[in-house]
């Protein structure tokens, strides 16, 4: 006589953090059609926010950076809004405008930092 076997009758175990047996009003639709989500609605919104955060992080931390026409946010340690011609041509892939994340700058200043610890490796010679 337990209320917990009652899944067939229009209720769902929601497979996120809560775990709760809700009815399945409070699941979701998929876009697709294939019935109620996998996931309530305050795990699904929770999940999502987790997602966008992670993916903004990924990104350098802001999804848009609002530069003018002929300009780019370098993505460097300087963090300056330069013009194009500051910037070296990458080749295009997909999500990319055509040039390095990075200006001159920032990619010298790295390389320079690069020779440099390089240099206090192999020091025989
Ligand atoms: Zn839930
Ligand atoms: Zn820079």
Same mark, same amino acid.
């Given at each position: 006589?337990?209320?917990?076997?009652?899944?067939?009758?229009?209720? &769902?175990? /929601? #497979? @996120?953090? %809560?775990?709760?047996?809700? =009815?399945?009003?409070? +699941?979701?639709?998929? !876009?697709?059609? *294939? $019935?109620?989500?996998?996931?309530?609605?305050?795990?699904?919104?929770?999940?999502?926010?987790?997602?966008?955060?992670?993916?903004?992080?990924?990104?350098?931390?802001?999804?848009?950076?609002?530069?003018?026409?002929?300009? &780019?946010? /370098? #993505? @460097?340690? %300087?963090?300056?809004?330069? =013009?194009?011609?500051? +910037?070296?041509?990458? !080749?295009?892939? *997909? $999500?990319?405008?055509?040039?390095?994340?990075?200006?001159?700058?920032?990619?010298?200043?790295?390389?320079?930092?690069?020779?440099?610890?390089?240099?206090?490796?192999?020091?025989?010679?």
């Amino acid at each position: 006589m337990s209320e917990w076997r009652r899944h067939d009758d229009g209720l &769902k175990v /929601c #497979r @996120g953090p %809560c775990a709760d047996l809700l =009815p399945c009003e409070a +699941f979701p639709q998929r !876009p697709d059609g *294939r $019935g109620p989500d996998s996931y309530c609605r305050p795990c699904r919104a929770l999940l999502n926010r987790d997602y966008h955060r992670k993916y903004a992080r990924q990104r350098g931390g802001r999804v848009h950076v609002e530069a003018p026409a002929g300009f &780019k946010h /370098c #993505r @460097g340690a %300087c963090g300056q809004t330069r =013009p194009v011609t500051d +910037f070296s041509r990458a !080749p295009s892939h *997909r $999500g990319s405008d055509g040039y390095w994340p990075r200006c001159f700058d920032c990619v010298n200043r790295q390389k320079r930092e690069y020779v440099i610890r390089r240099d206090h490796h192999g020091s025989s010679g």
